[in-house]
């Protein structure tokens, strides 16, 4: 990437194609971003050599992986916030985007870290987690972490004895990242383009 690349305006978002590659790309960075700044904050000056221990990034490795699905939820419900914040045929077009994130989370093999029956169970639950965001109004973005945060800081690859108090924290990084994510998908997706069936394929 040149110097002068990240100035560049991002591409408009005119298709469920794009907009699934959004959310592919965003969930897995809120999740991971989140799971590598917590272990290095936490390993402090020793964050060098930990992360090059083959048992960490073994580790770091699986959570990634458990944390991934509850990344594609979260963006999920961006996806809702920033699409029906002003009403429309909110509930078939629900259908659709979780059609659309389960085929995010279905280019994936299954994680050898994780292994098949866990895997299964995760898409359960992301299929789960889906279907409740129509139970519910859509959610301003620094609401949307609420009911995942502490499932998410429970795949951090730091022993529960060393995290200390610092689920707030990791709270508070999910409503920013969050909130940042809502706003970039505000300014790039094009709802002309979508039309009245915003997540269709």
Known sequence: ???????????PIRDAVELADFIDGNAAFVTQKGLYEYSRVRAG???KVLFKEQTFQNAIEHARWRAFPIGLAMAAEVVDSVLHADGG???SNLQRLNGLVLSIF???PVPRSVGAEA???ARADLDRQLKLIG???PKRAMDIQEPYAQAYFDTM???EQLRGRDFPTTRNYLKVTLCNVHDELSKRIDRAAFGAQPTAA
Not at 1 to 11: A, E, S, W, Y
């Open 135 to 137: 139970v519910h109004p």
């Open 106 to 108: 279905d280019r994936y």
């Open 119 to 121: 895997w299964r169970i």
């Open 89 to 91: 045929d909110r509930a």
């Open 1 to 11: 990437m040149g110097l002068f690349d990240m100035f560049k305006r991002q591409p």
């Open 157 to 159: 690859p730091i022993h």
């Open 45 to 47: 000056h020793y964050a």
